[in-house]
């Protein structure tokens, strides 16, 4: 039996912490709230990165097709 795919989406470092701490996928939004400060840059680092929350949507479409 597949394991269900969790996926977190933030926009800060504390998102993207607690998205691997949960051991799920972390999706960043960039320009959130810690918009100061690169969210490549927290560690651990997101898996994927988006620009828009609208990209979330399209993201979701690729991976069920």
């Known amino acids: 039996r ?10 800060s470092a504390t998102d993207i912490r607690t998205a691997h701490n949960a051991k799920a996928t972390a999706i ?7 918009a100061h400060e690169p969210i490549e840059t927290c560690d651990p680092g997101p898996h994927r990165v988006l620009e828009r929350l609208a ?3 399209e993201l979701l479409l690729m991976c069920v097709r």
Do not use: K, M
């Open 2 to 11: 597949e394991r269900p795919r969790i996926w977190l989406v933030g926009d």
């Open 28 to 34: 960043a939004i960039r320009g959130g709230y810690d």
């Open 55 to 57: 990209d979330v949507a």
